[in-house]
């Protein structure tokens, strides 16, 4: 019989599962610094928590000792829940291991009693050992770690798959290992047994050969069995060639001819959301609610490059120039800076440009904070800094949440234009695409043309307080703007 323990009456704490973010609702312990019986210090980082949006280190809040782990690494808690128990006193530590037991997630401890006859029970006789070769991919059960591809291929080529040498993650063997053993490049092929050559059977005029179980499911799914191909002995039609035909059943991959480039391997099954790439996705839905409209303009191009060539080599990036001009625009349309709110319009004070960077497992916006105010080259150092925060997981909230507008850039990527998506809560997003050369009239031209330099841009806005005269006004601003870039310089 189990009793509950009692909650224990001495000095301790629970380490809860903090929030990282506004949105955050549950957090996943990617690693712990410390161990049970450690000694821990107020300010010392003990864990590091995956949030929705990037890995934090969560600290101590007071000295003590860590007691129990309630939450392992790669374990998921909600917000607010208990993770682990910290002891006051090192003495404490056994009983809170009891009372962390009765709140979930400590392993149970093993019975020492029952596995008392297990000890005492005479010891077989000791096989001989024999070493395993290090470079076939076989677990300690004897199970061979192989793609489905690779099983199929060892088997139609006749290679003892269990001989192959795997060169894949992990010594995972690959359908090139297999084509290189049957090439007697590391395998031993299996070994057949001689077997008495098989009589040939042809089927009667107008017989179609087929199995009781293929002309079962063919007349369920209405297919004519003429009109499939047979697989099995004889030429006689499956199951198996029925389902194919049904689309129930994949067909078999044919084997690559020896010499031909090897099949490629591409992924398969359901792969887990990361915290961030669940947060991105729940954002997006959130969008929906929103009834946003979009307008496009085409914005010449030639002074600001000529401009960025002349400060690039102060270490001054297209993005730091993009944000300043876009927050140049803003101050002479602060509606565009707007977001909503059921009593009405809300404004922010600060200009603070937003732009997506997308990075491994998901996307964030660092966010450059009074660009209309900085010089562009504190905002490059700036940029440059934050990025290489954002791929290495180590963004501050403030550092991506604090936005009142936000840029999608794309334009790096060679796409001619599109349309971004407003994040909840702002109440303009511009979708900045690449810069296309064109050919248009010019009275000065020798030949009467010239060759330009276009960017089409489009903006998102949430029609709820921003309207179609707002957005072609900001937009007629900053292509005036980019179009006359000195007063980013200022």
């Known amino acids: 019989m189990e009793y509950a323990v009692a909650e224990p009456d001495f000095d301790f704490s629970k380490l809860d599962m903090p929030a990282l973010s506004s949105t955050m609702k549950e957090g996943k312990v990617v690693s712990w610094l410390k161990s049970e019986g450690d000694k821990v210090e107020a300010g010392e980082a003990i864990m590091v928590v995956e949030s929705d949006k990037a890995d ?20 998921t808690a909600l917000v607010g829940t208990p993770v682990a128990l910290i002891a006051a006193n090192e003495a404490d530590i056994p009983t809170l291991k009891a009372y962390a037991s009765t709140l979930g997630g400590a392993p149970a401890v093993a019975n020492p009693v029952a596995a008392a006859p297990a000890a005492t029970a005479a010891p077989a006789k000791a096989a001989p050992k024999v070493a395993a070769a290090p470079s076939v991919a076989a677990s300690a059960g004897g199970r061979v770690v192989a793609s489905p591809l ?38 031993a092929p299996a070994k057949k047994s001689a077997a008495p050559s098989k009589p040939k059977w042809t089927p009667a005029p107008g017989v179609i050969a087929a199995t009781p179980m293929a002309r079962a499911l063919a007349k369920k799914a209405k297919i004519d069995l003429a009109s499939i191909q047979g697989t099995g002995e004889f030429g006689r039609v499956t199951a198996d060639d029925v389902k194919i035909a049904t689309g129930e059943k994949k067909p078999v991959r044919k084997v690559p001819a020896t010499g031909a480039p ?26 929906l609610d929103c009834p946003v409209f979009r307008a496009s303009r085409e914005i010449e191009m030639d002074a ?22 876009v927050a140049k625009a803003i101050e002479k349309h602060p509606i565009i800076n707007s977001s909503f709110r059921q009593e009405g319009t809300y404004f922010n004070k600060d200009i603070n ?6 990075i491994e497992g998901g996307l964030i916006t660092p966010v450059l904070k009074y660009a209309n105010e900085r010089d562009v080259l504190d ?69 009467g043309m ?15 307080q921003i309207y179609g005269a707002d957005a072609a006004l900001f937009l007629k601003t900053l292509n005036d703007v980019m179009m006359n870039p000195a007063s980013l310089m200022k």
């Open 304 to 325: 600001f490059n000529e401009l960025y060539q002349s400060v690039k080599s102060k270490g001054v990036t297209v993005s730091a120039l993009l944000a300043k001009a």
């Open 353 to 358: 440009i937003a732009m997506a960077v997308a």
């Open 450 to 464: 010239k060759k330009i330099s276009k960017m089409t841009v489009t903006l998102t806005c949430d029609h709820r």
């Open 379 to 447: 905002l490059g150092e700036n940029w440059k800094e934050l990025v290489d925060k954002a791929k290495r997981g180590a963004l501050s909230p403030d550092e991506y949440n604090s936005g009142t507008f936000v840029i999608s850039n794309m334009g790096m990527f060679g796409v001619s234009q599109f349309d971004a998506i407003l994040p909840k809560g702002m109440g303009g997003i511009l979708a900045v695409a690449g810069t296309q050369e064109y050919i248009v009239p010019c009275k000065k031209a020798v030949l």
């Open 56 to 75: 934090m280190d969560v600290e101590a809040f007071e000295d003590g000792y860590i007691a129990a782990i309630i939450t392992g690494e790669g374990e």
């Open 150 to 187: 690779a099983k199929k291929m060892a088997q139609e080529m006749g290679v003892d798959i269990s001989t192959v040498a795997g060169s894949g993650p992990g010594g995972r063997i690959t359908a090139a290992d297999i084509q290189n053993a049957a090439a007697g490049g590391g395998a």
């Open 262 to 287: 090897a099949a490629v391997e591409m992924p398969e099954g359901l792969v887990p959301f990361t915290g961030m790439q669940r947060a991105v996705s729940n954002n997006m839905v959130a969008t």
